[in-house]
């Protein structure tokens, strides 16, 4: 299994990033995925939540109406659009698989940094 982030970066506050996850050695379009963030001296935080069709999907409070999570099973790759950012936002993100005997598996992550 091999998940990797990218996408992220430094922006203002009141910006946008999209972050992105490819992943492989795994069947992507029958599994569940979630987005979860690391703020500098936090511990993880769940962002956000999409099942394996891409029709249902579930976000933290403190990221819904700005936040779109959504996936294409054809390229393996899962998305995370970020809007209207705030330095609160400024964490390193991490894609999660969760397999069927509930081993988790991450990626090394993208830092977004939000300024103020």
């Known amino acids: 299994v091999q998940l990797v982030e990218s996408g992220g970066g430094l922006v203002q506050a009141g910006g946008s990033l999209r972050l992105s996850c490819a992943a492989s050695?795994?069947?992507?379009?029958?599994?569940?995925m979630t987005w979860v963030r690391q703020a500098p001296g936090k511990g993880p935080e769940w962002v956000s939540y999409?099942?394996?069709?891409?029709?249902?999907?579930a976000y933290a409070d403190s990221v819904k109406g700005r936040f779109t999570i959504s996936r294409d099973n054809a390229k393996n790759t899962l998305f995370l659009q970020m809007d209207s950012l705030k330095p609160e936002d400024t964490a390193v993100y991490y894609c999660?698989?969760?397999?069927?005997?509930?081993?988790?598996?991450w990626g090394k992550g993208t830092l977004v940094t939000v300024s103020s």
């Open positions: 999409i099942n394996s069709g891409g029709g249902a999907t």
């Open positions: 999660n698989y969760k397999n069927i005997m509930q081993k988790d598996y």
């Open positions: 050695g795994f069947t992507f379009g029958s599994s569940d």
